[in-house]
T-cell receptor, first 113, second 112 residues
């Protein structure tokens, strides 16, 4: 059972369309990170959200952290072919034994010309 | 401007063979990690090292050993490879535990 559930698992859209990717959990996270991974490369950090309700924008990408810090979303406006990649969310859970970062299984996004 | 460097890029092993995956970072980071990535499973932590001289088990440590040779280098060893260890392996580093992770480009390992 995944601690973090990402949906959809696969998404194929046309250039110019908007899309939203979701990252959900029953656990409360002290912070949540979003990464993007291209084929043959390691993930690259896009953003970290820390505060419940926080919204961060990175050009056409909008990241939101849920009020209860259990979920997050990534919205892309007017998708471009260069947005194609695997999008991963990673939540940090802090407990008695320290913090632990857990990754979701990812959303594979394909933007077609 | 190398960041995190992993070697080799590709490796094919026979069941029972051993090998070591090498990782080095040039960002003076304290924490280093080894992950494996499998389809539909996301990234799973094998071992991590919060600082030089310390190593701890992650989510899936069985069949692996690690060595934090110095602050720069963190190696992953498979003593007796099994087909279940076929995966893509990523090394990562961060300044503090679980803050922004910098990843290497991965090692594609196949165990026949």
């Amino acid at each position: 059972t995944q601690l973090l559930e990402q949906s959809p698992q696969f998404l194929s859209i046309q250039e110019g369309e908007n899309l939203t990717v979701y990252c959900n959990s029953s656990s409360v996270f002290s912070s949540l990170q979003w990464y993007r991974q291209e084929p043959g490369e390691g993930p690259v950090l896009l953003v970290t959200v820390v505060t419940g309700g926080e919204v961060k924008k990175l050009k056409r990408l909008t990241f939101q952290f849920g009020d209860a810090r259990k979920d997050s979303s990534l919205h892309i406006t007017a998708a471009q072919t260069g947005d194609t990649g695997l999008y991963l969310c990673a939540g940090e859970v802090t407990g008695a034994s320290g913090s632990r970062l857990t990754f979701g299984e990812g959303t594979q996004l394909t933007v077609n010309p | 401007n190398a960041g995190v460097t992993q070697t080799p890029k590709f490796q094919v092993l026979k069941t029972g063979q051993s090998m070591t995956l090498q990782c080095a970072q040039d960002m003076n980071h304290n924490s280093m990690y080894w992950y494996r990535q499998d389809p539909g499973m996301g990234l799973r932590l094998i071992y991590y090292s919060a600082s030089e001289g310390t190593t701890d088990k992650g989510e899936v440590p069985n069949g692996y050993n690690v060595s934090r040779l110095n602050k720069r280098e963190f190696s992953l060893r498979l003593e007796s490879a099994a087909p279940s260890q076929t995966s893509v392996y990523f090394c990562a580093s961060s300044g503090l535990r679980d803050e922004k992770l910098f990843f290497g480009s991965g090692t594609q390992l196949s165990v026949l």
